[in-house]
């Protein structure tokens, strides 16, 4: 069952970065990935999980943190070094988002665009 979302997953963050009848189907770089569950952690963890946007944040960061586990795996990365990247990046999201970095709430948003509705 886990495998069906963790490819389930990738194939929704590879389809909610391409517009509609635009450009074909595409997987996102693994990096592009791991920025993006590492901002959506760390913005769940700073909102907290009861309000609306904690909750929607919570949503995100469990899709990034799947399609980050499904990226690392399609390009052949060890599960620790993974886990690790993915780790290193949450701490500096928490960093960036904590000091105000304008540029990290706009990646943030822009991979809370490419999430989907998890319902």
């Not at 999980?49 to 944040?57: D, I, P, Q, W």
């Not at 070094?81 to 822009?110: E, F, H, K, P, S």
């Amino acid at each position: 069952m886990l495998a069906f979302f963790a490819v389930t997953t990738i194939a929704f963050a590879a389809q909610a970065a391409t517009p509609p009848a635009a450009t074909p189907f595409r997987l996102l770089p693994y990096d592009e990935v791991v920025r993006c569950a590492g901002l959506a952690q760390a913005a769940s963890e700073l909102e907290g999980g009861e309000s609306a946007e904690g909750k929607a944040l919570f949503d995100a960061a469990l899709y990034w943190s799947l399609a980050s586990s499904q990226a690392a795996q399609a390009s052949g990365r060890a599960p620790a070094a993974a886990d690790a990247d993915q780790t290193r990046a949450r701490i500096a999201a928490v960093q960036q988002l904590n000091a105000g970095d304008a540029d990290a709430r706009a990646a943030l948003q822009r991979c809370r665009q490419r999430t989907p509705d998890l319902g």
